[in-house]
């Protein structure tokens, strides 16, 4: 499994509607096939004129990845931007799942 995280970092002055657009935004990606679950997480920090969130798009493959990048990212990208343009900075990491590990809760 590959993690595919998004770490966006959003002025103030236009939280709400990003925060509208990717509750849209999410299930376009996930559309694509290429995932096959996505968690929309807030970074827990103080900052006075941002908010952070993290998506994290859960991949079977690092080929279901690539088909991702070649075939859509460029698109869903560009759409963000059209939308937000420099009030939204994000940056991306991929995380290789390695093994996992839970607590039955009862």
């Not at 595919?4 to 002055?13: E, L, P, Q």
């Not at 509750?23 to 827990?44: D, N």
């Not at 004129?49 to 075939?71: G, M, N, P, W």
Request: net charge negative.
């Amino acid at each position: 499994m590959i993690i595919y995280n998004v770490t966006s970092n959003i002025d103030i002055n236009v939280h709400d509607q990003w925060l509208k657009w990717i509750k849209e935004h999410i299930p376009q990606v996930l559309s694509t096939g290429c995932f096959i679950e996505a968690k929309l997480t807030k970074v827990l920090v103080d900052e006075d004129q941002s908010v952070t969130y993290s998506v994290q798009y859960r991949a079977k493959s690092r080929e279901d990845l690539d088909l991702y990048y070649s075939k859509f990212a460029d698109n869903l990208r560009q759409d963000a931007v059209k939308h937000f343009a420099d009030k939204v900075l994000a940056f991306r990491t991929e995380l290789e799942v390695i093994d996992e590990y839970s607590v039955k809760i009862e």
